[in-house]
Nanobody, 116 residues
């Protein structure tokens, strides 16, 4: 059974950092592109960052470039999102996702709140 479990969210002050994790199981993790999305209150879900199966290529939304870093450990079947210089507008539920045979698999998300 495919499972994606996000963790690491919480309350952080503006300018602070958090590291999100997404633990995967039930599929061959090392074969798939992994993506982080987020959804802020009242807004549509948006793509944050993507990493290829080997981790050699990453892409980012313009809004997080230079502040967020996506990485993965295929031995641990985990993808990470290091978030630095956090802003109030980064407040959202963060989800990891992968696509297999045209079907998207999502975790349940982890809430990040950036507030003083």
């Amino acid at each position: 059974q495919v499972q994606l479990v996000e963790s690491g969210g919480g309350l952080v002050q503006p300018g602070g950092s958090l590291r999100l994790s997404c633990a995967a199981s039930g599929f061959i993790f090392s074969s798939y592109v992994m993506t982080w999305y987020r959804q802020a209150p009242g807004k549509e879900r948006e793509l944050v960052a993507t990493i290829t199966s080997t981790g050699d290529t990453t892409t980012y939304a313009d809004s997080v470039k230079g502040r967020f870093t996506i990485s993965r450990d295929n031995a641990k079947k985990t993808v990470y999102l290091q978030m630095n210089s956090l802003k109030p507008e980064d407040t959202a539920v963060y989800y990891c996702k992968f696509r297999r045979r045209g079907i998207d698999y999502w975790g349940k998300g982890t809430l990040v709140t950036v507030s003083s």
